[in-house]
C-alpha cells in the first residue's frame, strides 16, 4: 500500500512540473472599433465633408498599427486624410493616429457610397459605410 501512495505522489509530482511553463502569455492582439461623429447626409457637388474617427481599443499594445483603405462602391469623389494624403481605392494607408479626420469631397451629382476599412497589425479589419445623398444647390435670392 504504501508502494502504491509513493507512485501516486511520484506521478502527481511529475505531472506538475510538466504543466509548469516559465513562458509570459503576453496579450497583443486586442479588439478594436471605428467611432464616428455625426456627419452631414447631404453633399453638393464640390463640397467637402469633414467625418471625425476615432479608433478605440479594448487593450493597448505598443506594436500595433492600423492602416485604413476605402472603396467607393458608388459616385465619384475624393477621400483624404486631415494630414492631407489623398487616398486611393484599395491601397493600404498607415495612420499616424488613433483620433483623425476624413474630408470627402464630391465630384458628381450621384448618390455616393464609400465603405472604409481600418486593419490592424494582425489582420484584424472594421468597415465602416458612409452614404451620401446629392443636394442641388441652393439659389441666390
Excluded at 28 to 34: G, P, T, V, W
Amino acid at each position: 500500500m504504501k508502494r502504491f501512495i509513493h507512485y501516486i505522489i511520484y506521478a502527481l509530482l511529475l505531472v506538475a512540473i510538466c504543466a509548469c511553463s516559465d513562458r509570459l502569455d503576453i496579450t497583443q492582439n486586442y479588439a478594436f472599433d471605428l467611432q464616428t461623429m455625426p456627419y452631414p447626409k447631404k453633399i453638393i457637388r464640390g463640397e467637402t465633408i469633414e467625418i471625425r474617427c476615432q479608433i478605440t481599443r479594448e487593450g493597448n499594445y505598443a506594436g500595433t498599427n492600423f492602416f485604413i483603405r476605402y472603396f467607393q462602391t458608388d459616385g465619384k469623389g475624393e477621400l483624404r486624410l486631415d494630414d492631407g494624403r489623398v487616398l486611393t481605392p484599395n491601397d493600404l494607408f498607415l495612420l499616424t493616429n488613433d483620433i483623425f479626420r476624413l474630408y470627402y469631397t464630391s465630384h458628381c451629382t450621384d448618390q455616393q457610397n464609400l465603405d472604409v476599412y481600418i486593419e490592424d497589425t494582425f489582420h484584424k479589419i472594421v468597415q465602416k459605410s458612409f452614404s451620401f445623398q446629392n443636394e442641388t444647390a441652393k439659389k441666390e435670392e
